[in-house]
């Protein structure tokens, strides 16, 4: 039987609007929703997929040991999970996911390249770039045939994270040991520089033009917005405990900041980097397993085509949790696998 949101409480749903003269108030109903989600769960090596329209748990998939990172084609047909391993066992592997069929497809052995982690679809959906932490390098493999079809080198330790730009011609990776992001061209292979942001950066994410990098600091507890052109930080968001997962809406106008150590989640105004919404995330019934005592830690971040929605994975309580990113509520929480952590939006297939 498919699992049911765990809670949906109405006052979430719907929100007062202003009242005119003695006419009665009107209310506002949230947007509806569709598509897909996939869950990454470390502990358990397995993916929990998420129809968006019925709110259901549609499939648990089993995946390779460690899944950290999920990714999703732009056609709405493929999901990838990123296999990354545990400590004594490195991955490996890519598991591929049928998301019309709600099952494994395949697994994609790397090979030599072991701790693949972020990953993003290229422009044709043929194409996959994926960070692999050994090897100092961003894989470029072939969906179609399961090959690397081609490496560029980082030239940097721990290359974690990635982020593409909607062209698919900018790529940026996230160095975690010396702070430092690497710039990238997939379509010529070739690597654009580095550049210094702050300590142990990881969580990435770039506006859809290519403009601006942000970029989560752990060990500094801020977010940096480097400009691409320039080379170098442009504004910094202070005031975090770990912004450990940022993405940003596809017509560029929000992004979406997880910070597992405060129990919160922003919604901030990529233009003028304000503040628009600050999403407490209730404490109760955290598990023992929550990376930070006491806190639902989310995580894993991803958005909605349309803009509408943010999506966020909560470690501490082994679920994920939907907000409306214009009045900043959760709207629902639904119960996934154990130490949930990347995240993957899938639209309809088309």
């Known amino acids: 039987m498919p699992i049911?949101?765990?809670?949906?409480?109405?006052?979430?749903?719907?929100?007062?609007?202003?009242q005119s003269g003695s006419g009665p108030a009107r209310t506002r109903l949230a947007p509806t929703e569709s598509g897909w989600l996939v869950v990454t769960n470390m502990n358990d090596n397995t993916a929990t997929l998420i129809d968006l329209a019925s709110h259901t748990v549609r499939a648990t998939l089993p995946t390779g040991i460690g899944p950290h990172e999920a990714a999703a084609s732009h056609d709405g047909r493929w999901a990838v999970v990123s296999n990354y391993g545990i400590r004594d066992k490195p991955g490996s592997t890519l598991t591929v996911i049928d998301i019309a069929r709600a099952s494994v497809a395949r697994t994609i052995d790397l090979g030599r390249y072991q701790r693949?982690?972020?990953m993003a679809f290229l422009p044709g959906d043929t194409m996959l770039a994926v960070t692999s932490e050994a090897s100092k390098a961003v894989l470029l493999v072939d969906l179609r045939s399961g090959n690397v079809a081609g490496t560029i080198s980082t030239d940097r330790p721990v290359s974690h994270m990635l982020a593409l730009s909607?062209?698919?011609?900018?790529?940026?990776?996230?160095?975690?040991?010396?702070?430092s992001i690497t710039?990238?061209?997939p379509k010529t292979m070739t690597t654009l520089g580095v550049i210094p942001v702050a300590k142990l950066v990881e969580g990435i994410a770039i506006t859809p033009d290519g403009k601006q990098v942000w970029v989560g600091s752990n060990g500094d507890s801020l977010?940096?917005?480097?400009?691409?052109?320039?080379?170098?930080?442009?504004?910094?968001?202070?005031?975090?405990?770990m912004p450990y997962r940022t993405a940003i809406t596809n017509d560029g106008k929000r992004a979406i900041i997880s910070d597992p150590a405060r129990a919160e989640v922003r919604v901030v105004e990529v233009a003028t980097r304000k503040l628009v919404h600050l999403v407490r995330i209730p404490t109760e019934k955290v598990l023992p397993t929550a990376e930070f005592p006491g806190s639902p830690c989310p995580e894993g971040v991803t958005v909605s085509t349309d803009g509408n929605w943010g999506?966020?994975?909560?470690q501490g309580r082994n679920q994920v949790a939907g907000i409306e990113l214009s009045s900043g509520k959760i709207t629902w929480v639904l119960?996934?696998?154990?130490?949930?952590?990347?995240?993957?939006y899938v639209p309809l297939a088309r």
């Open 4 to 18: 049911r949101a765990g809670f949906v409480a109405i006052g979430l749903l719907v929100a007062s609007s202003s």
């Open 116 to 118: 693949p982690h972020g």
């Open 166 to 179: 909607a062209n698919g011609e900018l790529l940026y990776t996230t160095n975690i040991v010396d702070g």
């Open 183 to 185: 710039g990238i061209n």
């Open 223 to 241: 977010l940096v917005v480097v400009d691409a052109k320039l080379g170098r930080a442009v504004d910094t968001l202070k005031g975090f405990g």
């Open 311 to 314: 999506y966020v994975t909560l």
């Open 335 to 344: 119960p996934v696998g154990a130490w949930p952590d990347g995240i993957a």
